[in-house]
């Protein structure tokens, strides 16, 4: 997976998560952490198609508030 990812990151100019499983939320998550540890700064987006990454969006929102993350 962390091969495919780096392609991604190499051959992309943004990334956007579709609706999915857990690689899509491990691939979504990695690329956040690499925006804060500066190994890139490109464009992150989900595309939320009926509502289906609303808890996930609610649960990001509430650990900034929480601070956990920033």
Same mark, same amino acid.
């Given at each position: 997976?962390?091969?495919?990812?780096?392609?991604?990151?190499? %051959?992309?100019?943004? %990334?956007?998560?579709?609706?999915? &499983?857990? &690689? $899509?939320?491990?691939?979504? %998550?990695?690329?956040?952490?690499?925006? *804060?540890? @500066?190994?890139? *700064?490109?464009?992150? &987006?989900?595309? @939320?198609?009926?509502? =289906? %990454?609303? &808890?996930?969006?609610? =649960?990001?929102?509430?650990?900034?508030? *929480?601070? =956990?993350? $920033?």
């Amino acid at each position: 997976m962390h091969e495919r990812l780096l392609k991604i990151m190499e %051959f992309g100019d943004a %990334f956007i998560a579709l609706p999915g &499983g857990f &690689g $899509t939320l491990e691939e979504l %998550f990695q690329i956040i952490s690499w925006v *804060q540890l @500066n190994i890139h *700064q490109k464009p992150i &987006g989900v595309l @939320n198609v009926n509502g =289906f %990454f609303d &808890g996930l969006l609610s =649960f990001l929102d509430h650990a900034v508030e *929480q601070k =956990f993350i $920033t």
